[in-house]
């Protein structure tokens, strides 16, 4: 895969990087090369030349340095959850592992501020931030293994987006390493920033192709002392999708607002064990919905009005999680499908995203263009937030049609996208498998542009090439 | 002022120019020159050669083409209300105004959207969705008359920022006009967003340097259908200052935590006219809180709470504004200081901000570099941000030491902002006046960035030329 104009790294090459972070913490032995070549993207594998383990910024600088230097394609890993394959290593080169990068430096509840390292998982920040009474929202499917660097890369969401935003939200500041080695803070630790171009937002989202985060402020907020959760039925999908947009028009913002067709519902269950309800026949369509907050009385309120608000969109039987054992339970059905479809079947998963009303159009609008091109597709996703993902299944489809015709089907999913007010990835970024379809969203101009700022910050082109775009 | 390297207008740019707008649409005379070369920032004034009004994105489009072509400086303005001398057509050329794009082009309840022309004042906009039931929490000071593309070339902020953010937080897509006169839309009409690098979060904040805003689409939220509003005062400014910390530390975030030192007060009444009460000799600050939401009773358990905290800090009698008239009175205080300095003597504002518990170490040491270097500051802001605006007052200094002595001083306490975690502008930007600090906040490395990304856009230079950097 490695492209001409790179230059395969050399045993010097080698060596020197073993200098800069000790023979523990490279290897480039098959095993290693092989683990470090995947992600959670479909099933692809590409093998870089090297996995390092830095454990210092000085150490990622002087790696960025060499490769700079070498012209040596160097791609930054956080976790491997990613969805789009973004920390796959594609044009071999060096693969910059941040998993030593894990320490939780400052939690700083003066100004409800903490500063990590990337490495750091989400949901072990989570908790520990939890402790003192406060909160980290972001909460990605993959929050049990997955990294706050990724999240930051990729600006990722998870079901409480809807009410608290994306990861970009809470970036307040981010230590990045250049590809000159040159270390740069990108902002400052306030939660008003108007000082020259914004930094810290456009690394958010760069996938790591820009520069390598190496220590990140974020912003925390009180914790939420309470949390309602219920599970909402329908015989129709449509009429969940209408469903979420009444909500938000009742004036209630709930903590969470998740889809899932009937199939998702299924696979989950049969992947990830029994639950202690009965899902009837008749249901097409779940919504899990949470509100949250500091007074069980509002909650309850909330509710009420939910319930009003869903059952005139023709709801089944609503049912309301009374232990955290169920909640627990239900949750685990919605974290679990992604996983569930991938152990099912070849598939390809889009992570569209429209306006929030414009959900049911998207929904139709994938269906008809499945018909069209013979594929079944699995959606589930951040109903709340518009966020649909559309797992499309290879089940009987002959690779040819899998290979030639399916691009055709996904360029309509996402031209729809667009018409819709919409966009090609919501959460999980473009990295390799969305590359081909940025022409759907952007003109040649735009493009240019992006190319040119990726130019700006990495003139040799050596951070995590051929992501976003050629 | 006009460098070598930028062309003068000709005769025949400026009839080229006539024929893209039309007659009533440009014009260089004295007078309107003299107007549009102002805004609020100090005394200055800059002339441009012309001043043109487009109404339609086409002219927009046509207009920085012709500039580019000739290489003539285009500096957008908005309703020129900027404190940081943004607007000011320091290198001449074309003054485009932004004035005629002043249309709300559509609110979506469905979406929660409003999709908008930048020549909009904040405050029309703000009072046309409450009609609808729904919030644009945006409130610069100078709301009354500012633009919401003006705004967002700012990120401006506003009493409402600490519990809702800053117009960053709201701008969801832009339509820009390019330098050559493309013209495309920065992201997508969705609440997330991973595809590519964040063009809508860079153009925020870029003042008019990288390219036109013509369209915004903008974020909003459900009204909250009650506030609740205190004055606190307190005897010593630091205790005001720790206890802004406090409060949001005891887990409460007001919708507004705004500080006044004695001499912003004193200066505001008597600039803005009399209250309704009292203003003891012995208080040397005010707090002014803000809780709002839909439940009265939390909002009454929220002032209990901030209550007991305050007055932990030491503060004196509470008052609670019991009626909007009193509750106008108090804002009115607050929004007038700044026109209030203005209107008193020479100075020079600087928008200092820090991660909120730092705020009492902020303010002395303002005041301790004011005593080092002999000058006086009338301190006040979103003190809940962070965001201290002090106003440095040239009142008996002389000129010499006003030139050459006071950069030193604003030097040492842009300094001391950048060790306490902070910055040299919160929401007002750099523009031309905090164009010298700069070094302070970043590494040449950092600023040779910033500047190859404005070459990125604008190759020529002519956007807005002399703002940021040189």
Redesign the interface.
């Known amino acids: 895969m490695i492209k001409n104009n790179y230059n395969k790294l050399t045993s010097i090459t080698y060596t020197e990087l073993e200098k800069i972070v000790g023979t523990d913490n490279i290897s480039n032995n098959a095993e290693q090369l092989e683990k470090y070549g995947q992600d959670e993207t479909e099933d692809f594998i590409f093998l870089a030349e090297v996995v390092i383990k830095p454990t210092t910024v000085e150490q990622v600088s002087a790696i960025a340095k060499l490769c700079t230097e070498n012209k040596i394609p160097l791609t930054t890993r956080g976790a491997g959850t990613g969805l789009s394959g973004g920390a796959l290593p594609i044009k071999g080169g060096v693969l910059l592992s941040m998993e030593k990068f894990n320490k939780i430096l400052h939690i700083?509840?003066?100004?409800?501020?903490a500063t990590v390292e990337p490495g750091v998982i989400n949901y072990i920040f989570q908790e520990e931030v939890k402790k003192l009474?406060l909160f980290y929202p972001p909460d990605p499917a993959s929050w049990g293994s997955c990294s706050l660097g990724g999240n930051v890369a990729?600006?990722?969401?998870g079901p409480k987006?809807?009410k608290y935003?994306?990861t970009?939200?809470y970036v307040l500041n981010l230590e990045m390493v250049?590809p000159?080695g040159?270390i740069?803070w990108t902002?400052?630790?306030?939660?008003?920033?108007?000082?020259?171009?914004?930094?810290t937002?456009?690394m958010?989202?760069?996938e790591g192709t820009?520069g390598i985060i190496t220590k990140i402020v974020f912003k925390l907020?009180?914790l939420p002392k309470q949390d309602l959760l219920m599970l909402v039925p329908f015989t129709n999908a449509e009429d969940a999708c209408k469903a979420v947009?009444a909500v938000?028009?009742a004036?209630i913002?709930p903590s969470a607002m998740e889809f899932m067709e009937r199939d998702a519902i299924d696979w989950s269950i049969k992947y990830a064990g029994e639950v202690n309800f009965t899902i009837k026949e008749k249901w097409q369509a779940l919504l899990l919905i949470e509100v949250d907050g500091?007074?069980a009385e509002?909650l309850m309120k909330d509710c009420e009005t939910i319930s009003e608000v869903v059952q005139q969109h023709n709801c089944d039987e609503i049912l309301f999680a009374d232990s955290n054992e169920q909640k627990n339970a239900l949750w685990k059905i919605r974290r679990k499908v992604g996983e569930a479809v991938k152990s099912n079947s070849v598939y390809k998963e889009e992570?569209t995203?429209?306006?929030?009303?414009?959900l049911p159009a998207l929904l139709n609008g994938v269906k008809e263009i499945g018909n069209k091109y013979g594929f079944k597709s699995v959606c589930y996703g951040?109903a709340g937030?518009?966020?649909l993902h559309v797992n499309i299944i290879k089940g009987e489809l002959s690779d040819e049609v899998w290979e030639n015709e399916l691009p055709k089907g996904i360029n309509e999913i996402f031209e729809l996208c667009?018409r819709l007010?919409?966009?090609?990835?919501?959460?999980?970024?473009?990295g390799m498998v969305q590359k081909p379809y940025?022409p759907v969203?952007?003109?040649n101009?735009?493009l240019q542009?992006?190319k040119?700022?990726?130019l700006?910050?990495d003139p040799s082109y050596i951070l995590n090439p051929g992501k976003?775009?050629d």
């Open positions: 700083d509840t003066r100004n409800l501020q009474g990729h600006s990722s969401g987006a809807v935003g994306t970009r939200d250049l000159t040159e740069i902002g400052a630790n306030t939660l008003k920033y108007s000082t020259g171009y914004n930094f937002h456009l958010v989202g760069s820009l907020i009180p947009g938000f028009m004036g913002t500091n007074d509002i992570d995203v429209v306006p929030r009303a414009e951040h937030d518009g966020n667009k007010g919409g966009t090609i990835s919501g959460e999980h970024g473009i940025m969203m952007f003109s101009a735009h542009l992006m040119q700022i990726k700006v910050f976003i775009f």
